[in-house]
């Protein structure tokens, strides 16, 4: 069994993982919902930089005291979050820039209010 | 130099984006689009030509000279350079019928700025297909979606607004799950590149993350499919947009997640994995099934003529998982075939509905009534594409429908074959509903003086319509060479 301050950080993950993914499905309110999508992705932005980090090792710069230590993080993990949180920002941007035009012609972000104009549209 | 036409495929739209902006003058604009697509279009014609003659039919290229496993690779197959083609041939046309339409649908300011998010969802679409390795798949996906997030978000109505956001949520979870499949894969291997991945996987098959990583990748593709019971974005992101992105995300987008979905269970995890140990093609099969059974049922009772096509797309899904679900050289090759065939019928539908939209400003059924004569060439079109959309001997869809009942029937699987046949009949009836109003129906005052749509729409329209019946006969591109790239997936 791992010691479980090695795998506390995948607990952290889990826990924000199904918090986003609550608030997503469970809010009605639309910039909660991007806020919890933010949360959601912040999960596995954690989850990435975790799995590259390696017990005593240290950041992988080369320098003078490069023969005190044998281990070093893996930072392709960390390159590779950088982009999805880039992907991330932009989605968020997106998200709001379309609650703002939402807000804009329905003059409203609540879901359950917008519903209830495309029911009075319809009939 | 050949190798590098993978890479120009994609790249050439990358760059092309942003240029539009810089050009900004609409005529301008246009011709430099359609430059762009019909290079991307002999790109990858003469990439699939090239793939599926060569004796090794595949072609690799090592981005900035780093070589596979350790740097990025872009890999055709005869597969991929296949839904390559289709994704670039379903652009071209588009975007050369699109002047008049999108006039009309998209306010003038922002007509720059869609062809500007047009070629980004071209890139990422073209992306996907080009590319060997699996993070690689999760940054195309994202640029592909989120481009057709803007671009779903340009219609007239307040209503795809809501759609567009409905699918930016939907669509980031699905893409996230995949971020996590592909973050446990690489956990467990160390490497991103997918057949490398395909090799080290098939040596460690009772691990728990590797399990964890696969339920989370085929979920996160299922969303992006629309795979029932993750269907719920599709129709209204496709019936509230403008008509020229209706007809190419319903050409393309969907398309290309399902040949995401088909590379990673054969090429990262393995047909046995994917299929024996853990049973996906129970999962896929139930579900397909009902796909088609709900979209087709839910297609009849629609009064919107883009919602009732919206439902239809989601029906003809399930067919292509289906094939795939079946996991045989017939099958796969039927799932190929109906991705292309669909493209080409979906498109054709929607592009000659925008032909509709145009004269009559509007896509209920009701105010459609007895435009058969009004317009005769678009309605004629119309019933020629529903007749492949039933699958009617001699059109397209008949072909791939085919080859989808063989396949059942290798299996002894007389059950789907009855379920196929009854859902045809299903489409049947929401094609008749569709005759029915632009042929039987009396024409109301205000329909009897409209004039057919003009000739800049009609012919590229109707050479998509006349390949329907093109490769309903000739069936060459359909089904040789969905064959030979059946053949080097299941490697039989």
């Known amino acids: 069994m791992t010691d ?32 919890g999508l933010n949360i959601f992705q912040a999960a596995v932005f954690v989850m990435y930089i975790s799995m590259a980090k390696i ?52 003059n409203t972000i609540e879901e359950t209010e917008i519903r209830q104009q495309e029911q009075t549209e319809k009939e | 130099m050949l190798n590098q036409l993978i890479v120009l495929q994609v790249v050439i739209p990358l760059i092309a984006a942003p240029l539009c902006i810089i ?63 289709i994704v670039s041939f379903i652009a071209l046309i588009v975007i050369l019928y699109g002047k008049r339409s999108i006039l009309q649908e998209i306010p003038e300011k922002k007509i720059t700025l869609f062809y500007t998010a047009f070629l980004l969802c071209l890139t990422g679409l073209l992306g996907i297909t080009a590319t060997g390795d699996a993070f690689n798949v999760f940054v195309f996906l994202e640029i592909s979606s989120l481009a057709s997030y803007a671009l779903i978000s340009l219609g007239k109505s307040r209503a795809c607004l809501l759609a567009a956001f409905r699918y930016l949520i939907m669509g980031t979870v699905g893409a996230t799950f995949i971020l996590i499949g592909i973050g446990l894969l690489y956990a467990h291997t160390g490497t991103l590149n997918i057949y490398d991945l395909g090799e080290k996987v098939a040596k460690l098959h009772d691990i728990r993350t590797i399990y964890v990583a696969y339920a ?6 299922a969303i992006k499919v629309a795979l029932f019971p993750f269907h719920l974005w599709l129709p209204k992101a496709y019936s509230e947009s403008p008509t020229v992105v209706s007809a190419f995300l319903a050409g393309t987008a969907t398309k290309v997640a399902i040949y995401a979905l088909i590379r990673f269970t054969t090429a990262i995890f393995g047909i046995k994995f994917s299929f024996t140990t853990l049973q ?7 579900l397909s099934i009902i796909t088609i059974l709900y979209g087709s049922l839910v297609a009849i009772f629609q009064t919107d003529i883009k919602r009732l096509m919206a439902y239809s797309s989601i029906a003809q899904i399930g067919y292509m998982t289906l094939g795939l679900s079946l996991i045989s050289v017939l099958g796969l090759q039927a799932s190929l075939a109906h991705i292309f065939n669909h493209a080409i019928i979906k498109t054709s539908l929607f592009l000659l509905i925008g032909c509709l939209v145009l004269r009559m400003s509007s896509s209920k059924l009701s105010d459609l009534q007895g435009l058969g004569k009004a317009m005769p060439f678009t309605s004629a079109g119309i019933v020629i594409g529903g007749f492949s959309l039933i699958g009617i001997p001699l059109t397209a869809g008949f072909v791939s429908k085919w ?12 059950w789907i074959v009855a379920v196929i046949l009854f859902a045809s009949l299903l489409a049947v009836v929401y094609v008749w509903k569709i005759i029915e109003v632009l042929y039987f129906k009396p024409a109301k005052e205000t329909n009897v003086a409209v004039k057919e749509a003009p000739l800049s729409m009609l012919i590229p329209v109707m050479f998509l319509v006349f390949l329907n019946i093109y490769f309903g006969i000739e069936t060459s591109l359909n089904a040789g060479i969905t064959k030979a790239a059946a053949m080097q997936i299941i490697g039989s």
């Open chain 1, 4 to 35: 479980w301050h090695a795998i506390i950080t995948y607990w952290a993950v889990i826990t924000l993982l199904v918090f986003g993914l609550y608030i997503v499905t469970a809010s009605s309110n639309l910039v909660k919902k991007i806020i």
């Open chain 1, 55 to 106: 017990l005593n090792g240290t950041a992988p710069i080369i320098t003078d005291k490069i023969n005190e230590f044998s281990a070093y993080s893996n930072p392709l993990p960390h390159v590779l979050i950088l982009t999805a949180i880039v992907v991330g920002v932009s989605t968020t941007a997106l998200g709001l820039a379309l609650i703002v035009r939402i807000k804009q012609s329905y």
């Open chain 2, 23 to 85: 050009l900004s003058n609409a005529k301008l604009v246009r011709a430099f689009v359609i430059f762009v697509c019909t290079a991307s279009f002999s790109i990858s014609a003469y990439l699939l030509y090239f793939v599926s003659t060569s004796t090794t039919k595949t072609i690799s290229y090592a981005l900035g000279g780093w070589a596979a496993p350790f740097g990025i690779e872009y890999r055709m197959d005869i597969m991929s350079a296949l839904i390559g083609l």
């Open chain 2, 216 to 221: 989370f990748i085929v979920i996160g593709l």
């Open chain 2, 280 to 286: 996906l093609d129970v999962i896929l099969l139930v």
């Open chain 2, 403 to 414: 080859y989808l009942v063989l396949a059942a029937l290798e299996q002894n699987q007389w």
